[in-house]
């Protein structure tokens, strides 16, 4: 069982081969344009997309040793996602299924995000928690099986990646800024500065909030010292990734106590986040849990994780047909 993976819900360009749940390629093309905006720009996203995905696919079957005509199915990213991005990859996968006349899986993003976990060992076990995060999501995710998944807890307005790269922008950091604010929190005192935390019920998260107050601070701040920032960068580095943290996991205790589950995982491009990696594998030590985190080149955007996620689907006979259309929001 050979299944060809496409990515392309963002600003990433992706292809992967697994055969037989095993990964034997995974290529992944980084769209570097949209450094000079500030953030992605979607019609730029779709162009590069047309641009990368047909050497990405070539150079992954070719790192896989495997030809078109030995794939037994092709997947893509249904959903959630850029919608001019998501439409080259589905219109991609489509046409090589229907060359190919091969069946087509469609894989909702942030269940693959999930089960980029199953990639490679160790494997968590059935049911586990497992905090989604990334630019546009943050979500506690009750998993029963592979393809059996309950969002209990989620953000009610900004996800935390966006965030971290919010934060980063107000103190003049190039995009993307959450990787700049996790390198320079290394070398800064967490506890410098405090900021108020949201009181969210129930497993939710809210990050506007924290995002406001983060904005008033570097004006009050700057009027008092216009090289504040310059000066005092690598603790206002450590503090803001400190609160943010401490939101996050915050709630996964909270879910953790209340569910009972003691295998807890994260998953999404946040989750590349050194502090946050670091401070989950702490809280897991102190509270007995047995922590799940996935290699870094699983964190972020790829195909791998599509194929995984479209291995369990072939698994149960999960196809699509050739009227499937993206979704720029997609759920569970």
Not at 151 to 162: H, S
Not at 205 to 224: D, P, R, W
Request: with cysteine; proline share 5%.
């Amino acid at each position: 069982m050979t299944i060809l993976a496409i990515e392309s819900s963002c600003d990433e360009t992706s292809a992967a081969v697994v055969s037989n749940g095993q990964v034997r390629s995974n290529v992944v093309a980084t769209q570097l344009i949209h450094r000079l905006y500030g953030g992605v720009v979607p019609e730029l996203a779709s162009r590069a997309h047309q641009q990368h995905i047909v050497p990405v696919v070539a150079e992954a079957l070719n790192d896989a040793k495997v030809a078109k005509k030995d794939l037994q199915a092709i997947a893509f990213t249904r959903g959630p996602g850029l919608l001019g991005a998501l439409l080259v990859g589905t219109s991609f996968a489509k046409s090589l299924a229907l060359g190919l006349d091969v069946p087509l899986i469609e894989v909702n993003h942030m269940q693959a995000h999930v089960l980029a976990h199953f990639i490679e060992a160790p494997r968590p076990q059935f049911p586990f928690l497992c905090l989604t995060v990334s630019g546009g999501h943050t979500q506690i995710v009750l998993v029963r099986d592979y393809l059996d998944m309950e969002i209990i807890g989620q953000t009610l307005d900004d996800a935390v990646g966006e965030a971290f790269d919010k934060t980063a922008k107000l103190m003049g950091l190039p995009y993307p800024g959450g990787p700049l604010i996790d390198r320079y929190a290394q070398a800064g005192n967490p506890l410098a500065f405090e900021f108020p935390l949201p009181e969210i019920p129930d497993l939710n998260y809210s990050f506007s909030g924290i995002k406001t107050s983060f904005m008033y601070f570097l004006q009050k701040k700057t009027k008092e010292n216009p090289a504040f920032v310059e000066e005092q960068r690598d603790d206002i580095c450590a503090s803001i990734q400190h609160s943010l943290i401490h939101i996050l996991l915050r709630k996964v205790r909270k879910a953790a106590q209340q569910t009972g589950i003691r295998e807890i995982a994260i998953a999404g491009g946040v989750s590349a986040n050194s502090g946050l990696r670091k401070a989950l594998q702490d809280t897991g030590d102190k509270l007995g849990w047995t922590v799940h985190i996935p290699r870094f080149e699983y964190c972020t955007d790829n195909a791998a994780m599509i194929a995984m996620a479209a291995h369990y689907k072939y698994l149960q006979s999960d196809f699509t047909d050739q009227t499937v259309s993206p979704l720029a929001r997609m759920v569970f």
